[in-house]
């Protein structure tokens, strides 16, 4: 179950976090966790009412969250989100590349437009915040980066062969990056979830999740934030080049 709030540790004081798909849901809890232990946290998002309106409900809680819109597929506009992070901050603590889409569809019946759109926004989104944030990440001298894959990424699963093929190539970014990145004291890890319960998989009734989840449930987002908070934190500090896996038991099958 979730963590009551009084018992949220303070790791991440003075520390800046971006989170993109911040938004709302899985995003939205990374914001929070990461603001409640003490980040500054920059939410970015395409939804812009809804990344608006949950930095002002933060703020109310005396959180330090700020939304901006971003295109994680538009190299543009993560050469001018640098330019803001570096003009307000000088340097960036915490990348976690959180967007995401699902489009469900197999191989024989899968179109290149949902094929290219779902890997531009899961892959290549993460590839181009990585490289942009590259110079702000090295300032930090302690910083983490961390890419969203999904139990489907190693697993495989079928009608889903664009978001597993997305999800798949990003543990092998992960791990390409986190060998180039050490010697620049960037760790760089993946989280692996299991069903999550998020606007974004009860829209598309990711069927066969729960009864196939030894704890025969989806995760909590606050469970998953958990996660990333403690990979942003130095309790993770020797770890890089990582996968973990939150997923209820469900890759034991």
Same mark, same amino acid.
């Given at each position: 179950?979730?963590?009551?709030?009084?018992?949220?540790?303070?790791?991440?004081?003075?520390?800046?976090?971006?989170?993109?798909?911040?938004?709302?849901?899985? @995003?939205?809890?990374?914001?929070?966790?990461?603001?409640?232990? %003490?980040?500054?946290?920059?939410?970015?998002?395409?939804?812009?009412?809804?990344?608006? =309106?949950?930095?002002?409900?933060?703020?109310?809680?005396?959180?330090?969250?700020? +939304?901006?819109?971003?295109?994680?597929?538009?190299?543009?506009?993560? =050469?001018?989100?640098?330019? +803001?992070?570096?003009?307000?901050? @000088?340097?960036?603590?915490?990348?976690?590349?959180?967007?995401?889409?699902?489009?469900?569809?197999?191989?024989?019946?899968? /179109?290149?437009?949902?094929?290219?759109?779902?890997?531009?926004?899961?892959?290549? %989104?993460? #590839?181009?915040?990585?490289?942009?944030?590259?110079?702000?990440?090295?300032?930090?001298?302690?910083?983490?980066?961390?890419?969203?894959?999904?139990? *489907? %990424?190693?697993?495989?699963?079928?009608?889903?062969?664009?978001?597993?093929?997305?999800?798949? %190539?990003?543990?092998? *970014?992960?791990? /390409?990056?986190?060998?180039?990145?050490?010697?620049?004291?960037? $760790?760089?890890?993946?989280?692996?979830?299991? @069903?999550?319960?998020?606007?974004?998989?009860?829209?598309?009734?990711?069927?066969?999740?729960?009864?196939?989840?030894?704890?025969? $449930?989806?995760?909590?987002?606050?469970?998953?934030? =958990?996660?990333?908070?403690?990979?942003?934190?130095?309790?993770?500090? #020797?770890?890089?080049? =990582?996968?973990?896996?939150?997923?209820?038991? #469900?890759?034991? $099958?």
């Amino acid at each position: 179950m979730p963590q009551n709030d009084a018992s949220i540790p303070r790791r991440l004081e003075g520390r800046i976090a971006l989170i993109t798909g911040g938004a709302r849901g899985q @995003g939205a809890a990374h914001a929070r966790r990461l603001a409640q232990e %003490g980040a500054c946290v920059i939410a970015v998002d395409i939804l812009d009412e809804d990344g608006a =309106a949950l930095a002002q409900a933060l703020r109310d809680e005396k959180l330090s969250v700020t +939304y901006r819109h971003l295109d994680v597929t538009s190299k543009p506009e993560w =050469a001018a989100l640098h330019d +803001y992070i570096a003009h307000t901050h @000088g340097k960036l603590d915490i990348l976690v590349n959180n967007a995401g889409i699902v489009r469900i569809n197999d191989i024989a019946h899968e /179109t290149l437009e949902n094929w290219t759109q779902v890997l531009n926004v899961n892959l290549t %989104g993460a #590839f181009l915040g990585l490289q942009s944030m590259i110079p702000l990440l090295r300032s930090s001298g302690n910083a983490s980066v961390i890419n969203t894959s999904s139990i *489907f %990424g190693p697993s495989g699963a079928p009608g889903y062969v664009a978001y597993a093929t997305s999800k798949a %190539g990003l543990l092998g *970014f992960s791990r /390409t990056a986190a060998l180039e990145l050490a010697p620049d004291g960037i $760790r760089v890890n993946a989280l692996v979830p299991g @069903g999550v319960s998020t606007p974004l998989n009860e829209a598309e009734k990711e069927g066969g999740v729960i009864p196939e989840t030894p704890l025969r $449930r989806r995760a909590f987002p606050q469970e998953l934030a =958990a996660a990333v908070a403690f990979l942003a934190s130095d309790d993770a500090s #020797f770890m890089t080049g =990582a996968e973990l896996v939150v997923d209820g038991g #469900f890759s034991t $099958r």
